[in-house]
C-alpha cells in the first residue's frame, strides 16, 4: 500500500517559516520524482516545487529564492523548506510521488501565512 503522509503545516506570520515533510512507504522512492503542489479555493492545484530521481529541481517563479527542496533517499522522505512567507502562499501543500506506472498523492497539510 501506498503512503505519503504530510506534516509541517501550520499557522504562522508573514515573514516567518515553515518546514514541510512527507513521510513515504510503498513505492520505490529513490526512482521516484517528488515534488509539492499547493492548492486554494478555486483554483487547480499548482506545483511548487519538485525535485527528480536524478536530483534535479525546478520552482515555481514564486518559490524562487525563499524555498528549498529536499530529499532523503534512505529515510524515503522529502521535505519543503518554506522561508520568507507570504499571505499567498497560503494553502494545501500536497507531496506527490510520480513512478512510471502513476502519480500518488498525500493528504495535504494546511499552510496559514498571517499578514
Known amino acids: 500500500q501506498v503512503q505519503l503522509v504530510e506534516s509541517g503545516g501550520g499557522l504562522v506570520q508573514a515573514g516567518g517559516s515553515l518546514r514541510l515533510s512527507c513521510a513515504v512507504s510503498?513505492?520505490?522512492?529513490?526512482?521516484?520524482?517528488m515534488a509539492w503542489y499547493r492548492q486554494t479555493p478555486g483554483k487547480q492545484r499548482e506545483l511548487v516545487a519538485g525535485?527528480?530521481?536524478?536530483?534535479?529541481?525546478k520552482y515555481a517563479d514564486s518559490a524562487k529564492g525563499r524555498f528549498a527542496i529536499s530529499r532523503d533517499n534512505a529515510k524515503n522522505t522529502v521535505s519543503l523548506q518554506m522561508n520568507s512567507l507570504k499571505p499567498e502562499d497560503t494553502g494545501v501543500y500536497y507531496c506527490?510521488?510520480?513512478?512510471?506506472?502513476?502519480?500518488?498523492w498525500g493528504q495535504g497539510t494546511q499552510v496559514t501565512v498571517s499578514s
Open positions: 525535485m527528480d530521481n536524478g536530483g534535479r529541481t
Open positions: 510503498g513505492i520505490i522512492f529513490r526512482f521516484s520524482d
Open positions: 506527490s510521488g510520480r513512478t512510471p506506472a502513476t502519480t500518488y
